[in-house]
């Protein structure tokens, strides 16, 4: 089984600029997360899709932040425009929705650099 | 916010030790998970333990579950170099929609 797949996996903008990720999760994954790694931290959630829907986007900094998965399945994320503080890494998680599972699959992630 | 809080936050040990991690959280939960991140990789879950189980093994892992003390630990056995890594513990809070909040983390190195 593939797993998740993100794009691009560094990015290096300057504040003000935008950026955009992109995330393919596991075929048959119902559910879809975004979140936000801060160097020695642990991840935090940003927004989380079931299927084409918002679930929770409460932690999105939505000025500046957005995020889609119109067909339910690849998702996108993106800044705009860029602070320096957004400097982390971006990480795609799916899961499926079944009631015995609950462990997340996660992609390799997208370190972003903002300068 | 970050609902756990992973103890210590690093810890170097000599291949063939046990290395034990705890966690703490602060809300009642359906399971609590823990993660493995290799340096510049995603993360790779390792261990689930429901909220009405004490403690759980799998190959050289051990975890543990106090739910009264709203703490978990996770024991490596027989540490090996390829166990360096970031050990991260996740709460599936009751009510959360299968959401994990994770904890800091604990960074293991393990010398050969």
């Known amino acids: 089984e593939a797993g998740v797949a993100q794009s691009p996996r560094y990015k290096i903008i300057e504040k003000r600029q935008s950026v955009a990720f992109w995330c393919n999760p596991i075929s048959g994954h119902a559910t879809l997360y975004w979140y936000q790694q801060i160097l020695g931290q642990g991840p935090k959630l940003l927004i989380q899709?079931?299927?084409?829907?918002?679930?929770?986007d409460s932690q999105l900094p939505k000025d500046r932040f957005s995020a889609e998965r119109l067909k339910g399945v690849d998702s996108t994320l993106k800044i705009q425009p860029a602070k320096l503080e957004d400097s982390a890494v971006y990480l795609c998680a799916s899961s499926a929705l079944r009631d015995s599972s609950y462990e997340q699959y996660f992609g390799p992630g997208t370190r972003l650099t903002v300068t | 916010s970050q609902q756990g809080e992973e103890d210590p936050q690093a810890l170097s040990i000599q291949e063939g030790e046990n290395a034990t991690m705890n966690c703490s959280y602060k809300t009642s939960i359906n399971n609590l998970q823990w993660y493995r991140q290799n340096s510049g990789r995603g993360l790779v879950h390792l261990i689930l333990?429901?909220?009405?189980?004490r403690e759980k093994h799998s190959g050289r892992l051990r975890v543990t579950l106090d739910t009264s003390k709203k703490s978990s630990s996770l024991l490596i056995t027989a540490s090996r170099a390829a166990d360096t890594a970031s050990y991260f513990c996740a709460t599936d809070a009751r009510g959360s929609a299968r959401q994990l909040t994770f904890g800091s983390g604990t960074q293991l190195t393990v010398l050969p």
């Open positions: 333990i429901r909220s009405n189980e």
């Open positions: 899709f079931q299927n084409n829907g918002v679930v929770d």
